[in-house]
């Protein structure tokens, strides 16, 4: 399985303020993506990113909100801008994981805990 | 609703029981199934892949899939306190895009 690393683990921000997350993965992959897992709630997906392309964003999620780059194969970023309280929640990134001939599940990274005052 | 419903717990049983989680889902669409563990303050951690209908068996875990009934299932046997997470089904249809739909997750207990 692939190892993801993400920075930073967790912070505490002020409103209105931006965040930048990064996300290392060990091996060169095709698809990353971005969740956020608030309390109570399912993982949903916030956007969708492809090397070479610009990512593709979830219903209810716009990239002037949460602008990603995407570099190259092993590395992305997620801001989260212009924060406010409701913003505060675990972001994750995931990457695609080939089993059994197929890519259609995703192995994690550990999180990043924001909580924004 | 939901595309896919997990009752959210709290479930606390004792050590070494048998465990039965459980997930249903609306979009016939489905073809792979997955079960996460989440460990407090972790992400989730890949348990068990499954494709369409049947079985799948992994040391203490089984993960079964019912297609014509929209339901899957997650066992645990012999339940150990090491156990205690939130346990998230997935699923997906196989598309272009990959994406995952998740349930809310089981929050599991396992007593010592």
């Known amino acids: 399985s692939a190892v993801i690393s993400q920075k930073p683990s967790r912070d505490i921000c002020q409103r209105g303020t931006s965040l930048t997350i990064q996300c290392q993965v060990d091996?060169?992959?095709?698809?990353m993506f971005w969740y956020r897992q608030q309390p109570g709630q399912s993982l949903t997906l916030i956007a969708t990113?492809?090397?070479?392309?610009?990512?593709?964003?979830e219903s209810g999620f716009v990239i002037d909100k949460f602008p990603i780059s995407r570099p190259n194969l092993t590395f992305s970023t997620l801001t989260v801008s212009n924060m406010s309280p409701e913003d505060s929640s675990i972001y994750l990134c995931?990457?695609?994981?080939?089993?059994?001939?197929?890519?259609?599940?995703?192995?994690f990274g550990p999180g990043t805990r924001l909580t924004v005052l | 609703q939901k595309e896919v419903e997990q009752d959210p717990g709290p479930l606390s049983v004792p050590e070494g029981a048998i465990v039965s989680l459980n997930c249903t889902y609306s979009?016939?669409?489905?073809?792979?199934f997955m079960w996460y563990r989440q460990y407090s303050r972790k992400g989730p951690e890949l348990l068990m892949y499954?494709?369409?209908?049947g079985n799948k068996e992994d040391g203490r875990f089984t993960a079964q899939v019912d297609k014509s009934s929209k339901y899957i299932s997650l066992f645990i046997r012999d339940s150990q306190p090491s156990d205690s997470a939130t346990y998230l089904c997935?699923?997906?249809?196989?598309?272009?895009?990959?994406?995952?739909?998740f349930g809310t997750g089981t929050l599991l207990a396992v007593q010592p």
């Open positions: 995931s990457v695609e994981a080939l089993l059994g001939g197929n890519t259609d599940t995703q192995y």
């Open positions: 091996s060169q992959v095709t698809m």
């Open positions: 990113a492809n090397q070479g392309s610009e990512a593709t964003y």
């Open positions: 979009n016939s669409a489905f073809q792979y």
């Open positions: 499954t494709y369409s209908s």
């Open positions: 997935a699923m997906s249809d196989g598309g272009a895009t990959n994406k995952l739909i």
